[in-house]
T-cell receptor
Framework: RKEVEQDPGPFNVPEGATVAFNCTYSNSASQSFFWYRQDCRKEPKLLMSVYSSGNEDGRFTAQLNRASQYISLLIRDSKLSDSATYLC????????????FGTGTRLTVIP | NAGVTQTPKFQVLKTGQSMTLQCAQDMNHNSMYWYRQDPGMGLRLIYYSASEGTTDKGEVPNGYNVSRLNKREFSLRLESAAPSQTSVYFCAIYRGLTGELFFGEGSRLTVL
């Protein structure tokens, strides 16, 4: 089983819509989680960190469900500039300072 | 990205050729990483270095060597390139306090 699995996407939504992505993780010992954003042909950049039940930053909300071992990312009032691939990331619990990346969910916001 | 600089940004090799990808950081962090990104596979760790002079294998180290001669630089070498090594390579540093990986802009390698 992969450490991190994400909705395959792609998601095509109109401007102003609300969209949510889910991500499941395999290691129940995981304590922290991250969402990265990656624009086409660019490097990934940290979007949000999640250390407890969730985190909110403007239009973006990340929620954690430990019982079901999934993390979600909710984007409200989608903007054209939100078009990107969103990567779900979970730290390696073996002691190495490594992160496991999901394959990403591609979002396109349509005018 | 002034923090992490990768060179070259693009490279085309023939099978069997060798090359080195260079990575330099000016953020004074101990941990540095090399990842590769392939369609449908996500980012996978090749090698990492927790500090100057130390290196460890990641998930997909075969066909690669690394060198961490000083705190700033972490290089990735392909001794005999294969088409399966066609990929986008990212160098990153680990910001321990935030748990964040900060990436360079990437190096696109094509092996013919």
């Amino acid at each position: 089983r992969k450490e991190v699995e994400q909705d395959p996407g792609p998601f095509n939504v109109p401007e102003g819509a609300t969209v949510a992505f889910n991500c499941t993780y395999s290691n129940s010992a995981s304590q922290s989680f991250f969402w990265y954003r990656q624009d086409c042909r660019k490097e990934p950049k940290l979007l949000m960190s999640v250390y407890s039940s969730g985190n909110e930053d403007g239009r973006f909300t990340a929620q954690l469900n430990r019982a079901s071992q999934y993390i979600s990312l909710l984007i409200r009032d989608s903007k054209l500039s939100d078009s990107a691939t969103y990567l779900c990331v979970v730290p390696d619990q073996t002691g190495a300072n490594n992160l496991f990346f999901g394959t990403g969910t591609r979002l396109t916001v349509i005018p | 990205n002034a923090g992490v600089t990768q060179t070259p940004k693009f490279q085309v090799l023939k099978t069997g050729q060798s090359m080195t990808l260079q990575c330099a950081q000016d953020m004074n962090h101990n941990s540095m990483y090399w990842y590769r990104q392939d369609p449908g596979m996500g980012l996978r760790l090749i090698y990492y270095s927790a500090s100057e002079g130390t290196t460890d294998k990641g998930e997909v180290p075969n066909g690669y060597n690394v060198s961490r001669l000083n705190k700033r630089e972490f290089s990735l070498r392909l001794e005999s390139a294969a088409p399966s090594q066609t990929s986008v390579y990212f160098c990153a540093i680990y910001r321990g306090l935030t748990g964040e990986l900060f990436f360079g802009e990437g190096s696109r390698l094509t092996v013919l």
